[in-house]
């Protein structure tokens, strides 16, 4: 089929909630896409951070394949394999707590908000969030979410969130009333430009939710599964927190979402509190483990921490000839260009030029390419944003 073609399919049946750029994808491998008219094109944003191993790879197209033809999906009233050596994995390489599974970060995070309502129950049900935060599109995830534009026209939202100054201790005392059931951040905050969390307003807020009874939530969607150089970005601040939810690279491209909970709390969640049809499916939980298996035996951590210093260097250099670039934030391979200016002629200079990126809040550039990504590719993408930046 043609581009337009495919493009015209759209325009007629499918609903127009997305921007999208004129670009039909017809394939992919590793950090590469090529268009349904034979371009291709270097991906530094692999499905929005869900393809982080690269484009179907092939230890994860392997374990679909296998596992399609032994078994694609089974309720939940019954047990499978597949999902219990996932939750295993999960577990013995976070905090050692369970697991629940779904299909999406919105959905893990409406998990974590249930749970903790369930915890405060009767009297407490407030969760505090943080301002620029990101947590999804359900009525709650969006309530969460501390960022305006995405609750208006929404209104009447879910009630008991409120959002405060990330990493501000003053604000998120303040906030804190008798009603408050659990605290909720992403340690880098990805769709609000790249903005990391400082190791001690975490511990702060560690204690804090020690002292008064409440649960810390890290929303890993974006920052889990190796991208900053840990498994998760919670190891970089030596503190536990008491619920973790994934989704993104944790199925390499399968969709699958998981609250991880602490065992002390596991329990809160009795048997029919919660649940999900497609949760934990045979299909994403084998892939979800070929995730895992690629990040250890490819040494995938290593790579990262190689190619993130790589890349910060290189982008210290670019800010270093262009004055246009005012800040550089981000941990491993999840990082943030700041511009003075609007960042979407950048964007689309780098589209027009085989380079896939993303550009958050008017004027971050946010690069997260592949964990496998190599020197060459990094090369080959910093010359393509230079040229970017200069046309700005
Ligand atoms: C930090 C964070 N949480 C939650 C979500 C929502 O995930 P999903 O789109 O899978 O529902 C996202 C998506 O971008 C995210 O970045």
């Known amino acids: 089929m043609k581009a337009k073609q495919v493009i015209g399919l759209y325009d007629d049946y499918v ?6 750029k004129p670009l039909v994808i017809a394939k992919a491998k590793g950090s590469r896409v090529w268009s349904s008219e034979g371009k291709v094109y270097l991906d530094f944003f692999p499905g929005w951070a869900v393809s982080g191993l690269g484009h179907c790879h092939k230890r994860v197209v392997k374990a679909i394949q296998s596992q399609a033809q032994k078994l694609l999906h089974v309720s939940n009233n019954y047990y499978s394999e597949p999902q219990a050596k996932l939750a295993e994995k999960i577990s013995l390489n976070s905090f050692g707590g369970r697991v629940f599974f779904c299909n ?8 974590a908000f249930k749970l903790s309502r369930a915890f405060g129950n009767p009297k407490r049900y407030e969760v505090i969030t943080m301002l620029d935060s990101f947590h999804g599109r359900t009525l ?17 939202l ?6 405060v100054p990330f990493n501000n201790r003053e604000a998120v005392l303040n906030a804190v009333t008798d009603k408050t059931a659990a605290i909720m951040l992403e340690l880098i905050q990805g769709e609000g430009g790249i903005n990391v969390a400082d190791k001690a307003y975490v511990r702060f807020l560690r204690e804090l939710c020690f002292e008064r009874n409440m649960l810390l939530i890290f929303d890993e969607v974006q920052t889990g599964m190796g991208r900053t150089g840990k498994m998760f970005c919670y190891q970089h601040y030596a503190v536990e927190p008491d619920i973790m939810t994934l989704a993104k690279s944790l199925g390499g491209g399968m969709p699958i979402g998981a609250m991880v909970v602490q065992k002390k709390i596991s329990g809160i969640l009795s048997p029919g509190m ?10 994403a939980c084998a892939a979800a483990l070929a995730v895992f298996e690629a990040i250890e035996k490819e040494q995938l951590l290593v790579n990262v921490a190689n190619m993130g210093n790589y890349l ?19 941990v491993g391979l999840m990082l943030g ?3 003075i200016v609007n960042a979407p ?8 030029n085989g380079l896939l990126i993303n550009c958050t809040q008017g004027n971050t550039l946010r690069i997260m390419p592949a964990l496998t990504v190599t020197k060459k590719e990094i090369d080959e993408a910093i010359k393509i944003l230079d040229d970017a930046v200069s046309k700005c």
Request: proline share 5%.
């Open 345 to 352: 002629r950048a964007y689309d200079y780098c589209l027009a």
């Open 337 to 339: 260009l700041e511009l």
């Open 274 to 283: 919660h649940a999900s049809t497609f949760g934990g499916s045979p299909i």
């Open 312 to 330: 910060h260097d290189e982008f210290l250099r670019l800010k270093s000839r262009h004055p246009i670039i005012k800040q550089i934030r981000g």
């Open 15 to 20: 609903m127009g909630n997305y921007t999208r």
């Open 140 to 156: 709650a995830c969006t309530a969460a979410t501390g960022q305006e534009k995405y609750k208006r026209g929404f209104e009447p």
């Open 104 to 111: 999406s970060g919105a959905e893990a995070n409406e998990s």
């Open 158 to 163: 879910p009630e008991g969130f409120k959002s």
